[in-house]
């Protein structure tokens, strides 16, 4: 303690020390015309430092490991080489100064990955779009506010929906795309308020399908299980309405949430259907096309292969009518609407959220500390003038070695910060070490000002 009061002793041009702290608070500038040298520097700037790193650090590791202990608790060991392009994508969008509170999960960035196959350009690219989108479209409002009051009587005219599970334990899409009847469509309903409510049910499926449906197979559930009816489907069904329709929602599935699809039935397909299939293909890639089978009326049995008849309705061949809720395509049946899981997915969540209201909060910190730094004027004042006198009040001055030594620290504390990312091991030490420091400061700050 003796050293830091050496430290921060001042001395006056004689070479006697000064009973006054450098740290000590700011008094009003005032001209000087003597001898005597003023450097003061407020102690709040330094511990507002100090403190937001120690605050950063203590969230970040807090937030690791709730996100590896309870957000990917159902998750097999990642590929080796995958884990690497995407700790390398992570680094090239730090490199651009992105600071990444949501959307950054392992997963995510691998889907955006394995969609330009693995080329850490394009998929950076890709994500960087993915994220324009998301704020010009206003995403997260859509999830919260949006409210799609013709959602029964939408089932009616264009019957789809999420019933049960495959084998593997992935969500059921089903489309009965014949049975479509867009002319009443587009009058219960616009065409953007209909990709408004395809956007707010592929988020739903982010956010709560796929989470529950991993948490009742205890396996990584990330991508669905489609089926498409197409039985009556041709040419002659694919007006300007529909084609601007499919344009669409073939944008944003395949920019937006690509890899979210395992595979596809198109079953009951017809002549009509397969001469209007070689004009789809064009508009998608290689990657969707090699995920789809077209199927005719015998398509029951590859079915069943990949879904139990407990969860595929009646009129594919199963057995399930949801009789209860008139119908299948009305049920959204599946795990995501059981009570126990939906309680702890909810708890996950609130997790979840938690960490990024806390890395929100530490970039607004962030932000705060930086302004107060630009703050700062370095300045020996030996003579101020009246009117510089006027501009200098509520400005910290403060002498140069030790602003110096103030963004060494600060540049040494960022190196921290990239050490314990890299060294798990090392994570609760640094905890123990930054609140030591904390409490040091504390003290420090007790006994001096």
């Not at 995958?82 to 392992?106: A, F, T």
Request: proline share 3%; net charge positive.
């Amino acid at each position: 303690m003796e050293k830091i009061r050496q430290f921060f002793r001042l001395k006056d041009r004689s070479g006697k020390e000064s009973s006054r702290f450098i740290c000590s608070p700011p008094q009003a500038i005032r001209p000087f015309n003597s001898e005597e040298k003023c450097r003061r520097l407020s102690w709040v700037t330094i511990f507002k430092v100090i403190k937001f790193y120690s605050l950063k650090f203590h969230r970040m590791m807090k937030g690791t490991v709730k996100n590896q202990s309870v957000l990917h608790g159902f998750e097999a060991p990642h590929d080796s080489k995958e884990e690497v392009l995407v700790e390398s994508l992570r680094k090239m969008l730090s490199l651009d100064g992105l600071v990444l509170q949501k959307h950054n999960d392992y997963h995510t960035l691998l889907r955006f990955l394995r969609m330009k196959n693995f080329d850490l350009i394009k998929a950076k690219e890709a994500f960087l779009n993915y994220l324009k989108w998301r704020r010009e479209y206003d995403v997260d409002a859509i999830c919260k506010e949006f409210k799609f009051e013709e959602y029964r009587e939408l089932k009616i005219c264009y019957p789809h929906g999420y019933h049960g599970v495959d084998r593997c334990g992935r969500p059921i899409y089903i489309e009965r795309t014949g049975s479509v009847d867009l002319n009443a469509l587009l009058q219960i309903t616009t065409i953007e308020r209909f990709l408004k409510y395809h956007v707010s049910e592929q988020e739903k499926t982010l956010s709560w399908r796929f989470p529950s449906c991993s948490i009742a197979a205890k396996r990584h559930i990330a991508s669905s299980t489609t089926i498409l009816d197409v039985k009556g489907v041709g040419m002659s069904n694919f007006t300007k309405p529909a084609r601007t329709l499919f344009m669409e929602l073939q944008k944003i599935d395949s920019n937006y949430y690509p890899g979210t699809l395992h595979q596809v039935f198109v079953v009951n397909a017809g002549s009509g259907f397969r001469a209007l299939w070689k004009v789809l293909k064009a508009f998608l890639d290689a990657r969707t096309l090699a995920k789809i089978q077209v199927l005719g009326s015998n398509y029951t049995n590859k079915l069943l292969e990949v879904i139990d008849p407990s969860n595929l309705p009646a009129f594919l061949g199963g057995n399930c009518t949801c009789s209860e809720y008139g119908g299948c395509h009305f049920s959204d049946k599946g795990p995501w609407n059981d009570p126990d899981i939906m309680r702890l997915l909810q708890e996950m969540i609130d997790a979840k959220e938690h960490i990024h209201d806390g890395e929100s909060s530490a970039a607004t910190t962030n932000e705060n500390t930086r302004s107060d730094m630009n703050n700062i004027c370095i300045k020996d004042v030996y003579d101020v003038s009246p009117a510089e006198y006027t501009r200098l009040q509520g400005v910290n001055v403060i002498d140069k070695p030790l602003h110096l030594k103030l963004q060494a620290l600060e540049a040494a504390l960022k190196d921290a910060k990239k050490q314990i990312q890299m060294l798990e091991t090392s994570i609760e030490g640094t905890k123990m070490v930054l609140k030591g420091l904390g409490q040091h400061m504390e003290e420090l700050l007790g006994k001096n000002i």
